[in-house]
């Protein structure tokens, strides 16, 4: 069973903005601590950020300044918000439980003038 959906991902040039979504399924994003990571080509995966259930979070010294996660809890969907995008950001991102054994499907994003 899916618990968690992925949205949001396009191609956007260097500098642009980007919102992605991650819309959960039987659970409350509130009970669990949840984390974006992403994975480019023929890369390792990276961690991006962690949204702790009392709102706390933290991000990857990449994305510091640029990136913002957050969540809706009416909607029980998280959010990365990518600001000043660049080439680099360029991978699949996910959205998981910190200690999820499986991954969704994810959604793509691509960073090219």
């Known amino acids: 069973q899916v618990q968690v959906e992925e949205a949001g991902g396009d191609l956007v040039q260097p500098g642009g903005s980007l919102r992605l979504s991650c819309a959960a399924s039987?659970?409350?994003?509130?009970?669990?601590?949840m984390v974006w990571v992403r994975q480019a080509p023929e890369k390792a995966r990276e961690w991006v950020a962690t949204?702790?259930?009392?709102?706390?979070?933290i991000y990857a010294n990449s994305v510091k300044g640029r990136f913002t996660v957050y969540r809706d809890d009416a909607k029980n969907t998280m959010y990365l918000q990518m600001n000043d995008v660049k080439p680099e950001d360029t991978a699949v991102y996910y959205c998981?439980?910190?200690?999820?054994?499986?991954w969704g499907q994810g959604t793509q994003v691509t960073v090219s003038s």
């Open positions: 998981q439980k910190h200690d999820a054994t499986t």
């Open positions: 039987g659970f409350p994003l509130t009970d669990e601590i």
């Open positions: 949204l702790w259930p009392g709102g706390a979070t």
